[in-house]
C-alpha cells in the first residue's frame, strides 16, 4: 500500500435539507483534491442545528454522495482516527474547549439577553451601520461573572476578537483581511449550551488535523472568526480554498426556481452520474490549456488543481449538463443502464413490475433503438410512444404528415402496402419477417413508381404515426415481437397497425 500523503480534507454537510449542486460540487472538489494528492477524505456531518437536522437527511445524502462516485476514508459510517464524525456527539469535546478560552481570558461571559441584543441591532439597522455586539460584557470582571454564573444566571461565552485586522490566504481569493471591527466578537457557546457553527468547524478540522478548508464561498465572510478561534487556541491555520458561488441562467443565485438543483432530482431525470459529476467538475474549474469538457473521474483525479478554480461565479448551464449526459448515454453498455431505464417504463405503467426474461430480453432491443435518440433517461417513455401509443387518426391528422400524405404517389404506396400487408396469407397470427416486410416495400416500390422518400415517409406514417424515425430493420421485430408479449399496454403488430391506418383512412 502506498503511503498516505499529509493532505486532510473534509465534506461537512449539515443534514438539513437535500444535497444540491452547490455542495455536491464543494464535496466533489474535496474529493479530487485528496485523490490527487494521495490524501484523506473526511465526510462530517454538521448537525448542531437540531431543530433542522434529521437523520433521513444524512442517509440520503449518503446516498446521494455514493451515488455521484464520492467516497471517504473517514467518516461516521467508517470511523476513523479522530473520532465521533458527527457534530452532535461531539459536544463535551465544545463545552471542553470554550472552558478553556474562557479560563485563558480568550473568551467571555455575556449576560445580554436576546432582546437586549435584537434592540442593539435595530438601533444599528436604522443608523445604517454594520450590527455588531456592542462589547458590553466585555469588561466584566471574570470573577464576577463567574459568580453570575454560579448563581444561575444565562450566559453565552464570547469570543475575544484582538482589535487588529484578520488576515488569512485563500487558494482561489488569494490574501484576504478582514478588519476586527466587522468581527465583532462572536458568540461561540448559546446561554442554552448549544456551541456555534463558526467555533465549531475549528475544534472539529483542528483536531482532525485537515490541512485545506474547501467550501463555498458563501463562507467566506464566516472565515475571519474562525481564524480568531485557531489564533486564540494557538492551533496552525489550515489552508483555505473557496468555490465560487452557482448562478442561474438568469445570473441570480442557483435556487429551487430554477428548476432541479438537487442530486436527487438530476437521478429522477435519467442524469447518470458520471455526467453529473463531469459536468459539476467544471463549475469554476477549468483543466490546463485546451478546452476539453469530457472526463472520466480517474482523468478528472488526474487533471484537477486547487491553482485552476476560478473566483468568479459559475453558470449552471443545464443543456451543457444534458449534451454531456448523452454523451454517457451513449457510450455506455445498454445493459449498464437497463435498470435505471426499466423503472421509468415501469412507472409509465408500460413494463410490468416483474418482467419475465422474454420481456426483458425485448425490452433491451427497444432501449438500443431508442437510446441514441435521448438527453435524460425519463425522456424514453415518450419517445417510445412509437412502439406503445399507435393512434393511426392522429397520425393522419398531425400538421406534420400533411406534406407527406399529400405527395403524388402517396395515395397509391398506402393502397398498395395496406393491402399487401393485410393479405390473406399474412394475415394470419404468423409473424412478419423483416424479410417479408421489405419484400413488401420493394413490391410496392415497383407497383407504384415511388421511391426514396416518397415511397419510405408514408410507409412509416402507417408504421409509426411519423414520417421520420428508426430504421425498419431494427423496428419491425421489435413491434412483432413486442405485440406477442403480455405487456400492461398491448403493443401493437404490424398488422395491427396497418389495419387501424386503413380504417381510419376510410372514414
Ligand atoms: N455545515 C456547513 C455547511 O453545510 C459546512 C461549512 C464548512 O465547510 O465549513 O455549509
Redesign the pocket.
Known amino acids: 500500500m502506498t503511503e498516505k500523503s499529509a493532505v486532510r480534507v ?5 443534514p438539513t435539507g437535500q444535497l444540491h449542486v452547490g ?1 455536491a460540487r ?1 464535496a466533489l472538489f474535496n474529493w479530487l483534491f485528496a485523490r490527487k494528492m494521495g490524501g484523506t477524505m473526511i465526510l462530517r456531518i ?1 448537525d448542531t442545528d437540531i431543530e433542522r437536522s434529521e437523520a433521513r437527511y444524512e442517509d440520503q445524502l449518503v446516498a446521494d454522495l455514493k451515488w455521484l462516485g464520492i467516497d471517504w476514508d473517514e467518516g461516521p459510517d467508517v470511523g476513523g482516527p479522530y473520532p465521533p464524525y458527527r457534530q452532535s456527539d461531539r459536544l463535551d469535546i465544545y463545552r471542553e474547549y470554550a472552558e478553556r478560552l474562557l479560563s485563558e481570558r480568550k473568551a467571555y461571559l455575556c449576560f445580554c439577553t436576546e432582546e437586549e441584543l435584537q434592540k442593539d441591532r435595530e438601533r444599528a439597522q436604522a443608523e445604517h451601520r454594520q450590527p455588531i455586539y456592542s462589547g458590553k460584557c466585555r469588561t466584566i470582571n471574570p470573577e464576577e461573572a463567574q459568580r453570575r454564573r454560579s448563581n444561575g444566571e444565562p450566559c453565552a461565552i464570547r469570543l475575544r476578537i484582538p482589535e487588529r485586522p484578520i488576515r488569512f490566504h485563500d487558494i482561489v481569493h488569494g490574501e484576504v483581511e478582514f478588519s476586527s471591527e466587522v468581527v465583532s466578537d462572536p458568540i461561540i457557546l448559546r446561554s442554552s449550551g448549544m456551541p456555534v ?1 463558526n467555533y465549531v ?1 475549528v475544534i472539529d ?1 483542528a483536531l482532525m488535523k485537515i490541512t485545506h ?4 464561498d ?2 467566506l465572510s ?1 472565515t475571519p472568526k ?1 481564524v480568531a478561534v485557531y489564533e486564540a487556541l494557538n492551533w496552525p491555520v489550515p489552508e483555505f480554498a473557496h468555490l465560487s458561488t452557482i448562478l442561474g441562467g438568469d445570473r441570480e443565485r442557483l435556487s429551487k426556481r430554477h428548476g432541479a438543483t438537487s442530486i436527487a432530482n438530476f437521478r429522477e431525470m435519467g442524469v447518470l452520474p458520471e455526467a453529473l459529476a463531469n459536468y459539476l467538475a467544471l463549475l469554476g474549474w477549468a483543466p490546463s490549456g485546451g478546452t476539453r469538457e469530457i472526463f472520466t473521474p480517474e482523468e478528472l483525479v488526474k487533471e484537477f488543481s486547487l491553482e485552476r478554480v476560478t473566483p468568479s461565479p459559475a453558470v449552471f448551464d443545464m443543456e451543457k449538463l444534458y449534451w454531456l449526459n448523452r454523451h454517457y448515454i451513449k457510450q455506455q453498455p445498454v445493459d449498464s443502464i437497463a435498470a435505471a431505464a426499466r423503472s421509468y417504463f415501469k412507472q409509465a405503467k408500460l413494463l410490468p413490475e416483474s418482467p419475465d426474461p422474454a420481456t426483458e430480453n425485448w425490452f433491451d432491443k427497444v432501449l438500443a433503438l431508442l437510446i441514441s435518440s435521448v438527453d435524460r433517461l425519463d425522456q424514453l417513455p415518450e419517445r417510445a410512444s412509437l412502439i406503445f401509443n399507435y393512434e393511426a387518426m392522429a397520425a393522419l391528422a398531425a400538421p406534420d404528415n400533411s406534406e407527406t400524405l399529400n405527395w403524388r404517389h402517396t395515395d397509391a404506396v398506402l393502397s398498395r402496402f395496406t393491402f399487401k400487408v393485410l393479405e390473406d396469407d399474412l394475415a394470419t397470427e404468423r409473424k412478419l419477417t423483416s424479410d417479408q416486410f421489405k419484400k413488401i416495400v420493394n413490391e410496392v416500390k415497383a407497383e407504384t413508381g415511388a421511391k426514396g422518400k416518397e415511397l419510405f415517409h408514408p410507409i412509416r406514417i402507417v408504421i409509426t404515426g411519423s414520417h421520420s424515425g428508426p430504421e425498419f430493420d431494427k423496428l419491425i421485430p421489435i413491434l412483432e415481437e413486442g405485440s406477442r408479449l403480455d405487456l400492461p399496454k398491448h403493443v401493437l403488430s404490424v398488422r395491427e397497425r396497418v389495419e387501424q391506418f386503413g380504417k381510419a383512412r376510410c372514414e
Open positions: 473534509r465534506f461537512a454537510p449539515s455542495n464543494t454538521e457553527y468547524v478540522d478548508v474547501i467550501r463555498g458563501d463562507h464566516n474562525q
